[in-house]
């Protein structure tokens, strides 16, 4: 089993959380080496993995980051739901993973950590790919959300900030300030601004001030 000490300088884990580490023992058990199951601490987005088995899969290691998911769900999405299923990792690397992750509750209704599993379906998706070749099936289609695997807050931040840049298709040095303003827009509701340092990475990014995406924030928040 791994999980965080209570050692002088290490994190404590929450107690509540501390109930469900025997479960990511008995779920890695029981899903065998090709599932990764992950216990976050919803508390700390910079050192949210607190146990973790088979993280060969994603590349993660105990202090890992939260995922791009948890932001959303801690930043007022799926708030009427107690999990999710099904739906499609990638972790760090660019491996495609089927994902299902589930909010752990206080005794107040508020999600104080996630319990999530992710299963490795390489061998799977490459027998699928032959039958389909063979029977000449449609390609199946992942459920949304897509969750990113990062292996250190900065690249969290970063692959937010790349995902929604290419979604736009404008390259930051031609956008306008309204377009900026929109990029700002959809990280804030994506959570990005949650995670320490990513006010500094995406005026960086979008080649403009702290002082303006603070601008830009104020504004946001001011027209919802």
Request: with cysteine; hydrophobic share 40%.
């Amino acid at each position: 089993m791994i999980f965080w000490g209570i050692k002088k300088g290490v994190r404590l884990i929450n107690d509540y959380l501390k109930k469900y580490i025997p479960l990511v023992d008995f779920l890695a058990e029981v899903f065998g080496d090709d599932a990764e199951v992950v216990l976050q601490d919803v508390s700390d987005f910079n050192n949210s993995v607190v146990s973790i088995r088979n993280n060969h899969i994603s590349g993660r290691k105990l202090g890992a980051p939260a995922t791009n998911l948890v932001l959303k769900v801690m930043n007022g999405n799926f708030t009427d739901k107690n999990y999710v299923t099904n739906y499609r990792g990638v972790s760090a690397a660019g491996k495609i993973v089927r994902s299902s992750t589930y909010f752990i509750k206080d005794d107040k209704n508020v999600v104080i950590g996630m319990l999530c599993i992710n299963i490795d379906i390489d061998k799977f998706v490459q027998l699928k790919n032959h039958l389909d070749a063979i029977l000449k099936m449609p390609e199946a289609i992942f459920e949304k959300p897509t969750e990113k695997f990062s292996v250190s807050a900065d690249g969290l931040a970063s692959d937010s900030i790349e995902a929604i840049l290419e979604e736009s298709g404008i390259s930051p040095d031609r956008m306008s300030q309204e377009e900026k303003m929109e990029v700002v827009n959809k990280l804030d509701k994506n959570g990005v601004f949650l995670v320490k340092g990513s006010i500094y990475k995406v005026a960086s990014v979008l080649n403009v001030s702290n002082a303006t995406i603070y601008r830009y924030l104020s504004k946001i928040r001011r027209e919802v």
